[in-house]
């Protein structure tokens, strides 16, 4: 629920593009407009901040001239009045308006023009002594000039004149005229910023997106014939090079697999192909004359044991068909392997004698799996001990617990031993050691097949270990029950 509520909340904040392409170039286009947005804001804001505080210290150097003359010799106010007038008078657009009053509010002297432009009444002023800070504010007039106001209480040390009022009205027509076109400006910036943001967002995603057409091609290239090509891993940026190093393992892998069914079909092809043929031999040759029943029942005896090999081959493929399927279920139990081994010894204790062979088993432990398929495990590593050796052959079979909780069954033997270069297809489906396989024709080559698959589904190991003419030690790995 709470998962579906925050999907729903990002799909409406953000927009959904499906295209990676677009997406790229998107937050690239969204990165630089966030940028050129706070620098315009931080651009105007210091433009702004810096020509209000030079209009304010003129200001605040006009009124403290104007302050002191008040002050110290209010009989210059003569003085004041003529430069007042004659700035008013003679500039066309003054930049200054300047007013003094009394405290009764009677104006004393006045810039020309000032009750039309600037009346009293724009001007807050201070009730009480001059303030540390001014009021001070922006006025847009009617012929649209703006002007920056400041009104000042003054009180008269030599107590000739009183207090005064100052009001000052500067024009910052021209400063705010700056700031609008650059404002302007830097709208148009931003405007030009998001189109060339956009247009260089797309090819530098479709630039950056480049390799995945390259591995688009390789996998559209890919058949069951060119199976063996592969990416160049090397000239991928670094970001992707491990994509193109994991594509290039799957292909591998793929590869191998296909490699395997291809074997592991002409393997069985062979493998049923012998018993067809011997059942089809067998049949001609009944029906080739007429038979006593003695020998219709002898042809039927061999016939039943070619079905029987047949059934077991079916048998056998089935199992590894369901032990491949990771849905598989296996009745996990905790039991004495020793027992199920003693049983499987006991099985084979006759077929051991007939070839003078031994079998023993020691040690102690405890296994957390399936006890069936545990024992079929162990009797497939016994028979191909004593399928596959030499008669006399010893077999041992040794339980331990290992450092780590595993449990670990050690089966070895004194037989042939099998080549190096063998030993890693010998789990392979149907695969049987060339030079052996007369000695167990009956045979179909997946017993250690069955084995490793049983391993798998355990969650276990298997290896073997082997050296020509003095025998092979295969190890099981079962792991440690789940903690309680």
């Known amino acids: 629920m709470f998962s579906k509520s925050a999907d729903a909340?990002?799909?409406?904040?953000?927009?959904?593009?499906?295209?990676?392409?677009?997406?790229?170039?998107?937050?690239?286009?969204?990165?630089?407009?966030?940028?050129?947005?706070?620098?315009?804001?931080?651009?105007?804001?210091?433009?702004?901040?810096a020509i209000f505080k030079a209009q304010n210290d003129f200001i605040d150097d006009r009124l403290h001239v104007y302050r002191s003359i008040l002050r110290s010799h209010p009989q210059n106010l003569d003085i004041i009045r003529k430069e007042i007038e004659w700035e008013g008078a003679y500039a066309y657009h003054p930049e200054n308006f300047i007013r003094i009053l009394d405290t009764d509010g009677n104006v004393v002297v006045e810039t020309p023009g000032m009750p039309h432009i600037l009346p009293v009444d724009k001007f807050t002023c201070p009730s009480g002594p001059r303030i540390d800070h001014p009021n001070n504010l922006s006025l847009q007039v009617q012929n649209g000039r703006f002007f920056m106001?400041?009104?000042?209480?003054?009180?008269?040390?030599?107590?000739?004149?009183?207090?005064?009022?100052?009001?000052?009205?500067?024009?910052?027509?021209?400063?705010?005229?700056?700031?609008?076109?650059?404002?302007?400006?830097?709208?148009?910036?931003?405007?030009?910023?998001?189109?060339?943001?956009?247009?260089?967002?797309?090819?530098?995603?479709?630039?950056?997106?480049s390799p995945l057409q390259e591995i688009t091609g390789v996998a559209e290239n890919i058949t069951v014939e060119r199976i063996n090509e592969r990416i160049d891993p090397v000239k991928w940026p670094t970001e992707m090079r491990s994509f193109a190093i994991a594509f290039n393992g799957m292909l591998s892998r793929l590869e191998d697999s296909f490699t395997r069914l291809s074997q592991c079909a002409s393997n069985l092809a062979h493998e049923l192909r012998t018993p067809i043929n011997n059942l089809l031999g067998e049949a001609d040759v009944a029906l080739s004359r007429a038979r006593s029943p003695e020998?219709?029942?002898?042809?039927?005896?061999?016939?039943?044991?070619?079905?029987?090999?047949?059934?077991?081959?079916?048998?056998?493929?089935?199992?590894?068909?369901r032990a491949e399927n990771p849905a598989t279920p296996i009745e996990h139990s905790l039991f004495d392997p020793m027992e199920e081994i003693g049983k499987v010894c006991s099985f084979y204790e006759a077929v051991a004698e007939e070839h003078g062979a031994t079998i023993s088993s020691r040690g102690s432990g405890r296994l957390y799996g399936d006890q069936i398929m545990f024992g079929r495990v162990i009797s497939n590593l016994v028979?191909?001990?004593?399928?596959?050796?030499?008669?006399?052959?010893?077999?041992?079979?040794?339980?331990?617990?290992?450092?780590?909780?595993?449990?670990?069954?050690?089966?070895?033997?004194?037989?042939?031993?099998i080549e190096a270069s063998e030993l890693s297809r010998i789990f392979d489906r149907f695969y049987r050691v060339e030079r052996l396989r007369g000695r167990h024709p009956e045979g179909s080559g997946l017993g250690l097949s069955i084995v490793k698959s049983i391993m798998d589904l355990h969650g276990g190991t298997v290896s073997i270990e082997s050296t020509p003419g003095k025998g092979t030690s295969i190890l099981l790995r079962f792991p440690p029950p789940p903690a309680t």
Request: aromatic share 10%; with cysteine.
């Open 9 to 49: 909340k990002r799909r409406h904040h953000f927009p959904r593009i499906s295209s990676i392409t677009g997406r790229l170039a998107f937050l690239y286009t969204l990165s630089a407009v966030v940028t050129l947005a706070i620098g315009a804001v931080y651009v105007n804001w210091s433009l702004h901040s």
């Open 295 to 321: 020998e219709y029942q002898r042809i039927i005896e061999s016939s039943v044991e070619e079905f029987q090999r047949l059934s077991r081959l079916i048998d056998n493929l089935l199992f590894l068909a």
């Open 383 to 417: 028979a191909n001990a004593l399928y596959y050796s030499p008669p006399g052959v010893k077999i041992d079979i040794f339980v331990r617990e290992a450092n780590d909780r595993y449990l670990e069954v050690f089966v070895t033997d004194t037989g042939y031993g």
């Open 149 to 209: 106001l400041r009104c000042d209480l003054t009180t008269d040390t030599h107590e000739l004149g009183g207090n005064w009022i100052i009001q000052l009205g500067h024009d910052i027509t021209a400063e705010e005229t700056i700031i609008a076109e650059r404002r302007k400006q830097m709208a148009a910036l931003i405007i030009l910023g998001i189109i060339g943001a956009t247009g260089v967002g797309v090819i530098v995603a479709r630039e950056a997106l």
